[in-house]
């Protein structure tokens, strides 16, 4: 064979080799294109989850506490009305000691005719000591109900913050979210700020 036809062939070949070589670049940089838009798509749907997860712990916390201040509302509505009746029991208890030992004045007024003055004031002397020791037989008033402490509340999860454990070994122990024991320790130290 002539060496042109070499020549020729060996054109062919690297013309053909040509044409198929930018389709296989183009075709990895497809790939490359490929995989980079999936993972975009995966970080796109994890931070959709993660959103999701945020919101439905927002909810979680809104609707706890809703539901512990509408408890909060109850127990501090029955401690009024028991204070209010424990006053008006009260109340009732000295009118009717008041009303005994004004029956009691009246028997002796009736029947001083027949004691003699001596015996009157001391009768007298043992109605007042009656009523001085009713009147400090009542009780002083409580102080206003202020509600239960973080503290009192979580005594558990305190006992564990204060004996130097972690907050990922709290959570774990008592079976809650690494979250909320940070939140709970933070309105603790709140409500301290707070009270001081």
Do not use: C, W
């Amino acid at each position: 064979m002539p060496p042109f036809v070499y020549v020729i062939l060996l054109g062919l070949v690297l013309v053909v080799y040509a044409r198929f070589l930018p389709k296989t670049v183009s075709t990895g940089a497809g790939k490359a294109k490929s995989a980079v838009q999936e993972i975009e798509e995966t970080i796109e749907h994890f931070a959709a989850e993660m959103d999701e997860q945020n919101q439905a712990m927002l909810d979680l916390f809104t609707k706890t506490k809703h539901d512990y201040e509408v408890e909060l509302a109850k127990l501090a509505g029955r401690l009024e009305s028991l204070e209010r009746q424990k006053i008006e029991l009260s109340r009732e208890l000295t009118k009717q000691s008041s009303a005994e030992l004004g029956a009691d004045r009246t028997t002796m007024a009736e029947t001083a005719v027949s004691i003699s003055p001596q015996e009157v004031q001391e009768a007298h002397a043992a109605a007042e000591s009656y009523a001085a020791a009713d009147q400090a037989a009542q009780p002083d008033p409580e102080p206003p109900y202020t509600g239960l402490s973080m503290r009192t509340r979580y005594m558990e999860l305190f006992a564990l913050h204060d004996q130097g454990k972690s907050v990922e070994a709290i959570a774990k122990k008592l079976n809650m979210n690494k979250g909320e024991v940070n939140l709970i320790l933070q309105l603790s130290r709140q409500e301290e700020r707070t009270h001081v």
